[in-house]
């Protein structure tokens, strides 16, 4: 396997005819009526509407609200394996992901062991090539078990197929550490991915910091911890002239620390949840602890910003950082649950109701900024062609439902989406040409 190859247990692709389907590729410009037939793994051909002869094919015959695209990529999601898998495992947390209309995604190494040393990434990947349903990269740890003390074998872990590196659950608090990362960035290669947090500044807190929190009487957490990071590193990344990705943003502050480390010409790039582009510290009044992530949940100014960085492309794409824990750890009071939420099976179905229904966001910038996660790991855009790897998701449009009224495909339901209304359903996942999410054949849709 080539050091940048994604894994996933094998599987058979099928012959398929997308007949009479509206295919929307934001990337090409692609919006029209198509018969895309699929066979080998690959796209082989893109005809006008009823033209395609479907002989030994599977064909769906596309409804009215029915749209064909890209399957999406998340850079940053946690399967908990080794060692958690009573919250997630490679199996559960990729059919999560098929559900959601995922071809892909990237894991974080907080687990138990930390993912750290090539034996373990090694081991990792060979449980991805037997129980992954979808693609999974890997981003082991910048530092020995995440401690901030001691720099991984950065080169080593790329040999063993590592993306780029993260210490993400706990940032690089040391400058000098980070510099000493980037430095050696230009032998090892890969992205350096950052969670930026300034303990001294969080410590203790478990909401934003803000008039919502003084009334809950809960400690809370200021922007500044994160945005006063983000400017730091955004430093370093420019004086070093390494390659950072910044996650989860959550505040004006950060928005702008990258514009401007853009503007410079700072190789940096950046991303959004949907959970921040979607709620504020309003959602936390009830104290449910499905609301409580990190970073918290912000001010409507904050949100508004993470939208516009969106649409300018200062933020580069949506990861779920989607964060699974058992039920018995989320129904606790409020200030001792752990942080985190769910969100794969959601993200676009939220994000389409919330954003595009409403008209702040247009349905193809919404495609593209789910895919567009995949090109800053040097890993190849999605494309809706012949000859491309056929990684699509077919979508209903004007399917509305509840989030998590039948249940999960994940092993976690702390979802902060969960009973609210969801509109455009994933139907069909097709990744490397094989079937991994098929709502038609279980008679859901």
């Known amino acids: 396997m080539s050091r940048t190859e994604l894994v996933c247990r094998p599987s058979t692709p099928e012959r398929l005819l997308f007949s009479e389907v509206r295919v929307l590729d934001p990337r090409s410009g692609l919006d029209e009526l198509r018969d ?27 409804a009215d609200e029915l749209v064909l695209t890209s399957a999406f990529f998340d850079p940053h999601v946690h399967l908990r394996s080794p060692g958690q898998e009573h919250k997630e495992d490679l199996e559960s947390g990729t059919r999560a992901a098929a559900a959601g209309g ?50 991984t074998e950065m080169v080593a872990l790329r040999e063993e197929g590592a993306l780029g590196f993260t210490d993400d659950g706990r940032p690089v608090t040391s400058a ?12 090892a290669g890969g992205v350096i991915a950052l969670h930026e947090e300034d303990p001294t500044l969080s410590a203790g807190g478990s909401m934003h910091e803000g ?27 420019a004086y070093e002239e390494g390659r950072v990705h910044f996650q989860h943003l959550s505040c004006v502050a950060s928005v702008n620390a990258v514009a401007n480390a853009k503007a410079n010409g700072a190789r940096v790039s950046c991303e959004a949840t949907p959970h921040h582009l979607l709620l504020t510290d309003a959602a936390v009044a009830t104290l449910d602890t ?11 100014a904050d949100r508004q910003a993470l939208i516009e960085g969106l649409r300018s492309g200062t933020i580069d794409c949506i990861a779920t950082d989607h964060a699974p824990h058992a039920r018995d750890e989320k129904e606790v009071p409020f200030e001792q649950a752990p942080m985190g939420t769910t969100g794969l099976e959601t993200a676009f179905a939220a994000l389409n109701a919330g954003l595009v229904e409403p008209g702040h966001l247009r349905l193809e910038l919404l495609l593209e900024r789910l895919t ?41 339901e ?22 991994v999410h098929d709502l038609l054949r279980e008679g859901v849709a």
């Open 102 to 151: 995922y071809g892909g995604v990237i894991a974080m190494p907080n687990t138990e062991p930390v993912i750290d040393s090539a034996p373990l990434l090694r081991s990792l990947r060979d449980a991805a090539h037997r129980q992954a349903i979808v693609p999974v990269g890997f981003l082991p740890a910048i530092t020995v078990g995440l401690q901030g003390d001691q720099l």
């Open 290 to 300: 499905r609301m409580k992530m990190n970073p918290p949940l912000a001010g409507e």
């Open 372 to 412: 567009d996660g995949a090109g800053l790991y040097g890993l190849p855009a999605p494309r809706i062609a012949a000859g491309e790897s056929a990684d699509l998701v077919l979508i209903d449009l004007g399917a509305s439902w509840i989030a998590g009224e039948h249940g999960w495909a994940s092993r976690s």
């Open 176 to 187: 000098g550490m980070l510099r000493k990362a980037l430095q050696y960035q230009r032998t």
């Open 36 to 62: 895309v037939l699929v066979d080998g793994g690959v796209i082989v051909e893109l005809a006008a509407p009823g033209s395609l002869d479907g002989e030994g094919a599977r064909t769906i015959v596309a």
């Open 211 to 237: 008039a919502l929190a003084s009334s809950l009487g809960v400690t809370g957490v200021p922007t500044i911890s994160e945005s006063t990071m983000v400017a730091r590193d955004a430093e370093l990344a």
């Open 414 to 435: 702390n979802c902060c989406f969960a009973g609210q209304r969801m509109l455009g359903r994933p139907l069909v996942t097709v990744s490397r040409g094989a079937v």
